[in-house]
């Protein structure tokens, strides 16, 4: 049996009610996993993948990111979300981010904020990372 354990998710980004509530939730449930935040601003990171900040107007909705290839598959992940019951909430395009970091977004059918992601030329160690039980 083997895992391949990618990186499909880019991003997840969470929008909270109470950041210093949450801060303190999340710091303890990394903790106890072997991790902590690893940048923090108003908002705080644990590693590239988990984004937390507080919502102005606070809604119970969840900001995931894919990862693209490419331009092209941003693109497309646009045209099919809108084709399928997505709505619009930012078309393909360069965001300010980082230099390279060309992005779209839908809501989807439940209002969640759903990104697709292409940081621009890249490389990497490796595709994904394979995961294999250790057997007794």
Do not use: C, W
Not at 54 to 60: F, P, T
Not at 72 to 83: I, N
Not at 103 to 112: E, Y
Request: overall charge negative; hydrophobic content about 40%.
């Amino acid at each position: 049996m083997e895992f391949h354990q990618g990186r499909l998710i880019d991003h997840v980004h969470l929008r909270v009610q109470d950041l210093a509530v949450s801060k303190r939730f999340y710091v303890a449930v990394l903790g106890a996993l072997g991790h902590q935040p690893t940048y923090e601003t108003e908002a705080f990171f644990a590693f590239d993948e988990l984004f937390v900040d507080k919502a102005d107007d606070y809604q119970s909705r969840v900001h995931l990111a894919f990862q693209a290839a490419d331009r092209d598959s941003v693109k497309r992940f646009h045209h099919a979300g809108l084709a399928n019951g997505g709505l619009d909430n930012g078309g393909p395009g360069e965001r300010p981010y980082h230099p390279g970091y060309y992005a779209a977004f839908l809501l989807d059918p439940d209002g969640n904020n759903i990104e697709a992601v292409h940081h621009g030329p890249t490389t990497r160690s490796s595709a994904d990372v394979l995961v294999r039980p250790i057997e007794d």
